[in-house]
């Protein structure tokens, strides 16, 4: 999914599920982007319910480096 900052960026978000340990930190702050499948990992609902910032909070605060984030070109933002 490709989220836009003021229609200038663009920041795609990857769950990387095999790091994922379905601590929840993504769900309690962002429930309207994350929500946990019948696994207890991390799957993507709308993450253009919250602006970018939320987004690069809601990577820093996984404790696994799980959530992966990429600019419009794929190159890699986080972690």
Known sequence: MTLSRS??????IRIDRERCIG?????ASAPS???LDAESKAV???PATVDVEALILVAEI?????IILEDADGNQVFP
């Open 7 to 12: 229609g200038a960026h663009a920041l795609r």
């Open 33 to 35: 982007v994350f929500r």
């Open 62 to 66: 996984c404790p696994t480096e799980a």
């Open 44 to 46: 993507l609902l709308d």
């Open 23 to 27: 601590s929840e930190n993504c769900v």
